[in-house]
């Protein structure tokens, strides 16, 4: 679909923007997941414990039956008869309802995860548009679900009709088996019935969560100028962020200067390098390299070391290999500490401050 800027929404939406909707609670989520879930742990709870649950409540309707000739009825033996079905009945179903339960939160679980958040819950005009109401109901949205359920509705009867047509013959002679034969004949068609049912309801949730999760970062897909702006408000505008760093530059340059008139001498070749090094035998284990620069800036490391009397040697290897070896306020590689003690020594001879020693 076009967008009124002229660009298609073709992109895949970014970390940043699945993760504001997943705050906003829009997340791929399938209902028929849940549904088939939970359906399956009850078709199993039914498979394995509905002979015990049975027994269970025959044992608790004859005990209340048998007591009922005899018992002395007020307001509170009933209050109490009723609290005790209660309770029994609770330890009956209770661990039935809290496995259903957990497989609900389960399922629920596998596709979302820990999520929690209001904003589904947050009063909303659109919520109540009557109009939007209507868009919703004839979106195509709406025309795909409506085409799901129908399909869900044929697949799950035809496997209904195909498990009591199988059994038909037997389930027609019923009325002349006894009781015991009948009740397990029915469970029997009963359990292929739900077992059946459950396993095609697993299988359109599968394809339904695929699905929701395709439509999810579909609706979410963005334009190029969005990642754009998205990238510019995430990382700041890149022409701000190079006046930034221009800014950082210039302020880091303006404080090297500012070490030079310290520095104890100047090493430069003829034009492209200069690097001063700073040495104090009494605080320092080896020089230290305050300032380095090439073309324009070892110029004017020259002439501010030149204004401050700080001595300028030539020496065109040394240069380089500091320059390319040292960074500011580092010091020197052991194997370059013959050739910078070299000059070192030099220097200190000098009678002068302010010197320009020929290359060596």
């Known amino acids: 679909m076009a967008e009124s800027g002229g660009q298609e929404k073709t992109e895949k939406p970014t970390p940043r923007r699945l993760s504001e909707a997943r705050r906003k609670g829009q997340i791929a989520k399938s209902m028929d997941v849940n549904t088939a879930v939970v359906l399956f742990a009850a078709v199993l709870i039914l498979k394995f414990q509905l002979t015990v649950m049975g027994e269970r409540m025959s044992s608790l309707c004859r005990q209340m039956w048998g007591a009922f000739p005899h018992a002395d009825y007020t307001p509170t033996t009933l209050q109490h008869m009723v609290m005790y079905m209660g309770w029994q009945f609770t330890l009956i179903a209770g661990p039935t309802l809290a496995f259903l339960l957990v497989a609900g939160v389960l399922a629920n679980y596998i596709q979302v995860g820990v999520l929690f958040t209001t904003e589904p819950l947050k ?88 699905y929701q999760r395709w439509e999810h970062e579909k609706g979410l897909r963005m334009t190029l100028q969005e990642i754009k702006d998205e990238a510019k408000q995430s990382e700041g505008d890149p022409l701000v962020k190079g006046r930034i760093r221009r800014a950082q530059r210039e302020a880091s340059r303006r404080r090297m200067m500012q070490e030079v008139p310290k520095a104890t001498v100047v090493i430069t070749n003829p034009t492209h390098y200069a690097v001063a090094l700073m040495y104090d035998r009494d605080t320092m284990p080896a020089p230290v390299v305050v300032a380095k620069g090439m073309d324009l800036i070892a110029q004017r490391i020259k002439q501010i070391a030149a204004e401050n009397d700080v001595p300028l040697v030539e020496n065109v290897p040394l240069a380089r290999a500091l320059h390319k070896q040292v960074e500011i306020d580092d010091i020197i590689p052991e194997d370059l500490y013959a050739a910078v003690a070299e000059i070192l020594v030099m220097v200190q001879k000098l009678n002068k401050p302010k010197s320009l020693v020929k290359p060596l």
Do not use: C
């Open 123 to 210: 009063p909303s005009l659109g919520k109540i548009n009557p109009i939007a109401g209507f868009q919703r109901m004839f979106s195509r949205r709406s025309l795909i679900e409506t085409l799901k359920a129908i399909i869900k509705m044929t697949v799950v009867g035809y496997l209904v009709y195909g498990a009591i047509a199988t059994h038909y013959p037997d389930l027609a002679g019923a009325a002349l088996l006894d009781r015991i034969s009948a009740a397990m004949l029915f469970a029997k068609v009963a359990w292929e019935i739900a077992w059946r049912a459950t396993m095609a309801l697993l299988v359109f949730g599968l394809m339904d969560y695929f």
